[in-house]
């Protein structure tokens, strides 16, 4: 039986039936662009009436306006419940913390320890169980710098929130000299983070290990407890030979033990390992007890630790500057590379183990879980990249350090996992006050980096937003972007951390032992600056991690307009780190 066709078909269709085949080909290929203009035509008129409202929808279609006022009046009604559970759950971490009470705070800070000096950083060989656990329960800080990569500058700026720049603690045991005169610490020492906590917050306060400026703190103002070890690796004190991180944790634990319980505590562990002992050859001298550890495995050398890589410094980097004088003591033959850096690991292992040995006496008490924990260093270290040993400059090694926070009041979803913001160590002392309730000073250059891993409070809450962005950064100034970038370069906003910082160091007895050095530190770019040669360099640190090729004299433009921004930007925050301004670095 036939089917019957449509009137519509009926034409074609007898068309088609009689067609030859060439013909039925060119025909259908007629019909065919006719449908698709068609089509084309009615998506064209369409298309001209959505300008203004979502894809898929045509406002002349019948009911389209009240069906997209419906769809507005539910995504209004969605923001504002996100913005009330916002609110609620800020409220909820706001009276957590009254009900909670105030926390203790313990900080472990080591020396010359690196970023990679962890197992938890990828390290293979380095043993440091206990912190790769607290990294697990907290957040650990990958690109964690140092704005001065020396003990006593570095310790200076954790005391005060402050650059060398303006706490001028430019020289072991004496600061800076002016007209003559030694200035000694500068920093009023009602100022420091000790005092502050002690006489505003009315902490317990207790600091066991290296204090590392060589000048005396008020101790009636800054300590209930206070033992200061520093540059010895074995002592005998008695009829004990101590190891120096042997004595460290007997301190700690001391103060533990006999502190005020009715107060909350502040505890400064700071430990003197991994620091080599200036002036003995031996270096590093492990405890007898882990002489053993590492016999049998094999260290990498780094991949620039290389005569090339030390060909590439800078022309006035000699023989008698003091990283090449101590790359001899350490790591001159592979047999003493190896050597040495078994020890150097066997120390930091023995810190942890130490750190371990604290915090068990603070689970044991029922405390640690509202303690918040820090473990963070002075400085990094050349392993003899660029042939290089210690520290000082503004390479990749030497002023990245590890940074684990575990906070009580962090929020779930940030436990055990990484932030590759650039936290610095002036930062530390806005994060240690504002635990203790306490606003930083107006001095003070850093910020709370709790805002990092808090949902409801300042980079992760709008709603929370003003209230803690107001309290962490008390009153002083954020600073305009860079003018190169569209905006992405900058030292922080009230919603955005910091994308770039300024870095320095002093020049130590003279240009050719230990120069003075500069940077503007980015994440795709470095500059250097070297003051007493008045020498400049660029690194795309991006591509050449191992800064290696120096883009100075590069030619291709897009060097030559990066090497101008960036030249302008550093002395742009080389000159606010100078000046007397309430700002936020």
Known sequence: MALQLSPKRGLASKIMSTASLPSKLALGLLVLSAILMAMLYTIHKSASFQTNVPSGWIMDTPGANEAWKRKNEREQHRREMLETEQSTAAEADLEEEEERGPMNIILFYADDWRHDTLGAAGNPIVKTPVLDALAQEGVRFTQNCVTTSICWISRATLYSGQYLARHHFEMLGRGRTVNGTQMYFEVPQNETIYSLLKQKANYSVG?????????????????????????????????????????????????????????????????????????????????????????????????????????????FFGDNNEGRTRWRWRFDTPEKHQSMMKNYYRMATEVDTSVGVLLDVLRNEGILNNTLVIFTTDNGNFHAEHGLADKWYPHQESIRVPLIIKDPRMSREFIGTTNDQFTLNIDLAATILSAAGLEPLPSM?????????????????????????????????????????????????????????????????????????????????????????????????????????????????????????????????????????????
């Not at 209930?224 to 009829?239: A, I, L, P, Q, S």
């Not at 030979?241 to 460290?248: D, F, G, P, R, S």
């Not at 053993?292 to 495995?297: F, I, R, S």
């Not at 009230?494 to 230990?514: A, C, D, G, L, V």
């Open 207 to 315: 600091h066991a290990g290296k204090l590392g400026l060589w000048v005396e703190l008020d101790r009636d103002l800054n300590f209930d407890f206070m033992v200061d070890e520093d540059g010895w690796h074995y002592r005998k004190m008695g009829n004990k030979l101590w190891h120096i991180t042997e004595k460290n944790t007997a301190d700690a634990l001391r103060f533990l033990t006999t502190r005020d319980k009715s107060k909350p505590f502040f505890l400064n562990v700071a430990y003197f390992a991994t620091h080599a002992v200036d002036g003995d050859k031996r270096q590093y001298l492990p405890q007898n007890e882990s002489l053993w550890m590492y016999e049998n495995d094999t260290i990498p050398i780094p991949v620039t630790a290389t005569e090339e890589a030390w060909k590439k410094m800078p022309n």
């Open 445 to 585: 250059m850093g910020r709370d980096m709790s805002v990092l891993y808090r949902k409801n409070f300042g980079m992760h809450g709008a709603t929370a937003q003003s209230r803690r962005t107001s309290h962490s950064t008390a009153g002083r100034q954020f600073l305009d972007p860079a003018s190169d970038g569209e905006g992405k370069y900058h030292s922080g906003t009230e919603t955005k951390w910091r994308t770039e910082f300024f870095y320095e160091h002093p020049m130590h007895s003279n240009p050719s032992y230990i120069p003075a050095s500069e940077a503007l530190v980015r994440k795709d770019y470095k500059y250097f600056y070297w003051p007493n040669f008045k020498y400049e360099q660029l690194f795309d640190i991006k591509n050449d991690p191992g800064e290696l090729n120096d883009l100075f004299n590069s030619t291709n433009p897009v060097h030559k307009a990066k090497l101008e921004d960036m030249r302008k930007r550093f002395l742009e925050l080389k000159m606010l780190a100078h000046s007397d301004l309430s700002i936020v670095l």
